[in-house]
């Protein structure tokens, strides 16, 4: 089923960003193994990165990505049953084991997992902490990391900002490096630093050369506070995830 059901998506996304001219740039699609599992591994500014992340694989291998979601967008009645014939992978987050165990099965026969692995948007459009889940993944299967970095998806719809989804002539930078290959005796958390310090050069690299300007004084939120705008830095956006993270515990905790 998962076939009759990821093409006609892509080609809905594709159909979507013609009608937008998003103005979509793929760098290092040739890193994209043409065959394989791989553990393709994005930064998260978006609502709309897995959209974007694998676009990049697609165009650059026709490779379908199956990426790691909460379960509860499988539960929706119109998402729920086009993750699940995408092959998207549910997860729980009071217990990741089983999708864990999915994930590297899917690895083991071939398939390219999506992760996020900073687990929640960056609310400062850098890159947060990562988790090591990716790097023990790519471990038990034997497959690769693939860094897959992107910038311009937060002009869309990001956390805390209404959606954008009809504006047009978006730049959108979708930054592909090297696989990262690990040797029997890599441990996930050193694997872990080298993936995210490789992917922060990408990000800075795809920040300094995108092609999109801020349009006036009062479009400089998606621009991160070194850079000259108004995102919250790194340190601030992390207090208000944690804020967040309580709040929604004591909710939990009143409901019973």
């Known amino acids: 089923m998962a076939e009759f059901v990821y093409p006609p998506v892509i080609g809905a996304a594709l159909t979507a960003f013609r009608a937008l001219d998003a103005r979509i740039e793929i760098v290092g699609a040739e890193h994209i193994p043409a065959k394989g599992g791989a553990v393709l591994v994005s930064n998260h500014i978006s609502y709309l990165d897995f959209l974007f992340a694998g676009l990049g694989a697609y165009r650059g291998g026709k490779r379908k990505t199956r990426f790691m979601a909460k379960d ?31 994930a590297v099965r899917a690895l083991k026969a071939g398939e390219v997992v999506g992760v996020f692995p ?26 690769p990391l693939l860094p897959v970095v992107l910038w311009g998806t937060q002009q869309l719809w990001t956390k ?5 989804l009809t504006k047009r002539h978006v730049p959108v930078t979708i ?3 090297e696989p990262i290959h690990l040797g029997p005796n890599d441990k996930p958390v050193m694997v872990t630093r080298k993936l995210r310090a490789a992917m922060s050069e990408m990000l800075d690299q795809a ?31 992390e207090a208000e995830d944690e804020a967040e993270a309580l709040a929604k515990a004591e909710r939990r905790a009143a409901r019973g």
């Open 72 to 102: 509860d967008v499988f539960k929706h009645r119109i998402s729920g049953p086009l993750m699940r014939g995408m092959k998207h992978i549910p997860v729980d987050r009071t217990d990741g084991q089983p999708a864990y165990e999915a």
């Open 118 to 143: 900073e687990a929640t948007i960056s609310r400062s459009f850098m890159l947060k902490k990562f988790k090591t889940g990716a790097a023990r993944m790519a471990a038990d299967s034997g497959a």
């Open 160 to 164: 805390g900002r209404p959606k954008t």
């Open 175 to 177: 930054m592909i490096g």
């Open 207 to 237: 920040q300094r050369e995108y092609r999109g300007k801020p349009s006036g004084p009062d479009d400089t939120w998606w621009l991160p506070a070194h850079l000259g705008g108004t995102a919250p830095t790194l340190e601030v956006a």
